[in-house]
Nanobody, 127 residues
Framework: QVQLVESGGGLVQAGGSLRLSCVAS????????MGWFRQAPGKEREFVAV????????VYGDSVKGRFTTSRDNAKNTVYLEMNSLKPEDTAVYSC????????????????????WGQGTQVTVSS
């Protein structure tokens, strides 16, 4: 029902920056909150960020708070993840995810709370 495509990954040196994009198909984008997750080899999937449908509220994982910023442009059906001051430990496959359900705990931070997922984009930070 919803298709998501990430882009913008690549190789960057420690201390550098990257901007990831996630484009959603369809015309109901503003109804969905959009999350970002990452997974490194041998590690569990980790919550990175989530933004509300209107773009008015954002929540970040502790490991990226202060360095990463998520935003969205509903006219372009696109959500962004600006990554600054990158560290080698940020190396992972980054995926965007979407859902429109209302949860009593607020914007969801668990992968199991998202229905739609993109294929992911590789981010590699060299030292």
């Amino acid at each position: 029902q919803v298709q998501l495509v990430e882009s913008g990954g690549g190789l960057v040196q420690a201390g550098g920056s990257l901007r990831l994009s996630c484009v959603a198909s369809g015309g109901t984008f503003s109804r969905y909150f959009m999350g970002w997750f990452r997974q490194a080899p041998g590690k569990e999937r980790e919550f990175v960020a989530v933004i509300s449908g209107s773009g008015g509220r954002m929540v970040y994982g502790d490991s990226v708070k202060g360095r990463f910023t998520t935003s969205r442009d509903n006219a372009k059906n696109t959500v962004y993840l600006e990554m600054n001051s990158l560290k080698p430990e940020d190396t992972a496959v980054y995926s965007c995810a979407a859902d429109r359900r209302i949860f009593s705990g607020g914007l969801p931070r668990l992968a199991s709370q998202y229905t739609y997922w993109g294929q992911g984009t590789q981010v590699t930070v060299s030292s």
